[in-house]
Nanobody
Framework: QVQLVESGGGLVQPGGSLRLSCAAS????????VAWYRQAPGKQRELVAH???????NYADSVKGRFTISRDNAKNTVYLQMNSLKPEDTAVYYC????????????????WGQGAQVTVSS
């Protein structure tokens, strides 16, 4: 019943901005750590940004100063604000979260969003 639904992807010109959203739905007890990954064609999946339950963040060196991860616990949603986008940011972006469903409080399950295509091109 628990799902992560991503939105906000699209086509943007270099230097532009996009905001990705990842909304958790279903019977949720708590959301713990959340991360954004991306995978470009022919390349390995890489960690882009991470935020802990307490709000601590870390970023890949390639996006530091340009991307910001945040969360709205009341909405069960995590965001990735992407500014000063570059062509090399083109990839499918996936959110990933450790979630305790309402029916299981001992150990969290790991969930993935469906992916959002981000294309940066002139």
């Amino acid at each position: 019943q628990v799902q992560l639904v991503e939105s906000g992807g699209g086509l943007v010109q270099p230097g532009g901005s996009l905001r990705l959203s990842c909304a958790a739905s279903g019977s949720i007890f708590s959301i713990n750590d959340v991360a954004w990954y991306r995978q470009a064609p022919g390349k390995q999946r890489e960690l882009v940004a991470h935020i802990t339950n307490g709000g601590s963040t870390n970023y890949a060196d390639s996006v530091k100063g340009r991307f910001t991860i945040s969360r709205d616990n009341a909405k069960n949603t995590v965001y990735l604000q992407m500014n000063s986008l570059k062509p090399e940011d083109t990839a499918v972006y996936y959110c990933n979260a450790d979630i305790n469903p309402s029916w299981q409080h001992l150990a969290p399950y790991n969930y993935w969003g469906q992916g959002a295509q981000v294309t940066v091109s002139s």
